[in-house]
């Protein structure tokens, strides 16, 4: 099984929906991060978390929230999904004690339509 | 502020011949620097990094880097390239603290047969 697991991996879904992306980690982790792939872009910092009491926003927050339901469990959702939201998005973790190299999951491809 | 630029969106080599992907950053404080793959279909993985231990790094899969300082660079190399390694390479700056990792535009590998 992955390290870092993101469920759906693929999604299409209506403008004006509300949608959510999870992320599940078992790599023990404390800090975990939302990020959005475009093409020519690279990634974009959406959310990311320290801890499960500790949630901060990143580059591209607008648009998204974000739920840290345990230490292994970072969700993130779209209120109200919009076609520029179209994109692929990751999930990772990292360890605060260690170094700062990420663990990424599969990602998750979202199409809105 | 930081910021990475890796120049070249493609590039494309003969199998058997010299990769070099090109990487630079900006930094106000020393930074911690990565390079990732990202093959078709899956999420990112950590190809090497540096953390002031040495300028030369290696890392999986033939690949090396070297931090030079003077010239703000960080430029990935592999004497001899084979077709698994068509990917996408992302070149990563980051400071201590982790959450402010930036990620170049990455650059596309084509490897010809």
């Known amino acids: 099984d992955a390290d870092v697991t993101q469920t759906p991996r693929n999604r299409i879904t209506k403008t004006g929906k509300r949608i959510m992306l999870e992320c599940s980690q078992t790599?023990?982790?404390?800090?975990m991060y939302w990020y959005r792939q475009d093409p020519g872009l690279g990634l974009r910092l959406i959310y990311y978390s320290f801890d499960v009491k500790d949630i901060n926003k990143g580059e591209i927050s607008d648009g998204y929230s974000v739920s840290r339901q345990a230490q292994a469990k970072f969700s993130l959702s779209l209120e109200s999904a919009i076609p520029n939201q179209t994109a692929l998005y990751f999930c990772a973790t990292s360890d605060s004690t260690r170094s700062t190299e990420a663990f990424f999951g599969q990602g998750t491809r979202l199409t809105v339509v | 502020a930081q910021s990475v630029t890796q120049l070249g969106s493609h590039v494309s080599v003969s199998e058997g011949a010299l990769v070099l992907l090109r990487c630079n950053y900006s930094s106000s404080v020393p930074p911690y620097l990565f390079w990732y793959v990202q093959y078709p279909n899956q999420g990112l993985q950590l190809l090497l990094k540096?953390?002031?231990?040495?300028?030369l790094v290696n890392g999986i899969t033939g690949f090396g880097a070297e931090f030079q300082k003077s010239e703000t660079s960080f430029h990935l190399t592999k004497p001899s390239a084979h077709m698994r390694d068509a990917a996408e390479y992302f070149c990563?700056?980051?400071?201590?603290?982790?959450?402010?990792?930036?990620f170049g535009a990455g650059t596309r590998l084509f490897v010809k047969a």
């Open positions: 790599k023990g982790h404390d800090r």
């Open positions: 990563a700056v980051s400071d201590s603290s982790g959450f402010n990792t930036i």
């Open positions: 540096y953390t002031s231990a040495a300028t």
